[in-house]
């Protein structure tokens, strides 16, 4: 059901590595810096680059030798991504103190859905109260957008840099978006803008206001996805477990009032699991710990996980684990906010179940196959051959992007 009312920040970290090695070194601060992947080696390319670089005419991408043409002062430096994981973690942790539906979406940019918090209609003063936390605490800088709608906000955040804050609403799209080459729009790609163009699409308005068949037919599903962005309609939810596909699956709710009966959180955590093991199962994955997460009514967070032997995802142990981790936990404050998460969560398949009294007879008809492969294995190489797993009717969900980095490890609820 199409929620209304939402309010969707986009927080983007201006020129993150740069920043980060400022904040590190304040002896930086003011000067043309960039950090590329071996600044020794003139045909290196900068990852980024600070704001005082950029006014200088170099950007990220550029070659070194081409950066210290344009910028014969500018210092180099190469990456520490430990370094930039720690403060992204650190920067999640500021975030997540506002909310527990926070969704990261690369090491320096996030989306968080506030739509639940008591803003007394003033979105923005919260927006300035996390990128003032974010400077006082990290000395890092940020743009937030702010939108009803995850397309929107990330729209928003792009329009002022640095430290912007910008409100875009539905109904501003046509004056303020429209208008733009069709390039801008997040979401398009040189390849999608050249067969747009093929289409007469030059700007997004033309987009908008093209006809669905004829977009359909040229770009199928993802035609018809970004003609509604192009109209403001994004109803994508902001989902914290999102990014880690294959490492941790959950839910959570904001309850309609402050809750003391057990009974009734009982049933909210059953609630909970059922939906994460409905997810675990369209996926067919399973996880080896659960985690319950718990905000009182005075908004403070507490999180328990507990780690067991056997692969976890049938609802029936979900609830049990999670209603026991709760109430070792409760002293019987009244909840405003309960989750549930399953992680370090792998195919079904990949699983190696621990042996007890109760399964043994059925693993030990494998034995002489399990052997077998085992022989093979020693041969011809450990990936030769691998013990058959459920065929999915959908690709693979292990995440192949750029963000697939053990830095989101951090992340688990």
Known sequence: MKRKNRIIFHIDMNSFYASVEQAYDPSLKGKAIAIAGNPKERRGILVTCSYEARAKGVYTTMSVWEAKRKCPEIILLPPNFERYRIASKAMFDILRSYTPLVEPVSIDEGYMDVSELNLSGNAVSLAESIQNRLVSELDLPSSIGIAPNKFLAKTASNMKKPMGITVLRKREVAEKLWPLPVIEMHGVGESTSNKLAELGIKTIGDLATIETGVIKERLGKVGLRLLERANGVDNRDVDPTSVFDTKSVGNSTTLPYDETNPDELNKVI??????????????????????????????????????????????????????????????????????????????????VEQLSIFNFEEHAKEEPILKLVEQLQEKFGKDTIKRGIKLKKNPSLESKTSFSKDFLDDHKL
Do not use: C, M, P
């Open 270 to 351: 059953l609630k909970l699991s059922k939906k994460v093991a409905s997810r675990l199962e369209a996926k067919n994955l399973a996880g080896q710990s659960i985690n319950i997460h718990i905000r009182d009514a005075d908004w403070k967070n507490k999180t328990r996980s507990k780690t067991v032997q056997n692969r976890i995802f049938e609802e029936r142990e979900i609830y049990q684990l999670a209603k026991s981790l709760f109430h070792s936990t409760w002293n019987g404050e009244a909840i405003r906010l309960l989750g549930v998460t399953v992680n370090n969560v792998h195919d079904k398949g990949d699983y």
